[in-house]
């Protein structure tokens, strides 16, 4: 695939040490871009960049990072703007999933602390630290299917992933006037850990193996199957592209066909 789409240009991507992260990176990595990696756990993003400089990155650095701390994001944010210069691109995937029920233990907080407050700081940080125009910047969220429907037991996350969408679409409006796209993708069951865990919970509620589990899923999916990381970077490669000019303020459903706007 030829260096066309993200060849020298900078995009940083929140949440790269594995599943949709690691694929979103890998795939901008043989476009030739210049890459910020950040997430909590350093080994798995030293893996990731590791692979990135094999796939044909130009450049990439790494950085730990709880985007629930907003001190923390603006300094990986200014330690990104020494090293690789100003920003072309953010992909904003970190969070985190899992149920919470109501009483001392309930996690709503958590959630919506690190999926919405650290995506918004997150955002931020890379609107400040964006190169100039007048060509386009970009700003991809990456939110859920759960922005679009309910599950029981998942209020923080369904909550979380759809105040995503209105904070994309809310940026989109504002930073129309300087040429910065800004869009959310809503990925349904993608085969990562984070779904495994999220699927493994569930059969044990319902008393089922992760087989039987999965098959009752999947019988919700017309297409009948997990989607893959790579089709979710393969739609971020997409906006970033010209290909894409004039979108912006959208959320792009990629589940299978579980959810039909």
Known sequence: MGKTNSSGRHVAISGAGSGIGRA??????????????????APPLDETALRCEAEGAEAVIVRTCDIGLCAEVDRVFADFAREHGPLHALVANAGIGGSNE???????????????????????AAQRGLAPGPQARHLVVISS?????????????????AALLGLVRSLAAELAP?????NGICPGWVETDMAWQGLDGMAQGAGLTREEMLGVMMQRVPLGRM???????????????????GVTGQGIDINGGAFMA
């Open 102 to 124: 109501p009483g001392p233990g309930d996690r709503f907080e958590e959630l919506i602390r690190t999926n919405l407050f650290g995506t918004y700081a997150t955002l931020r």
């Open 227 to 245: 989607g893959q990381p790579e089709d979710v970077a393969g739609t971020v490669a997409w906006l970033l592209s010209p290909g894409a000019n």
């Open 24 to 41: 979103i990176a890998l795939r901008l990595a043989r476009d030739g871009a210049r890459l910020s990696l950040f997430g909590r756990r």
């Open 178 to 182: 300087v040429n910065v796209q800004v």
């Open 145 to 161: 299917i759960l922005a679009r429907i309910g599950v029981p037991q998942y209020s923080g996350y369904c909550a979380s992933k």
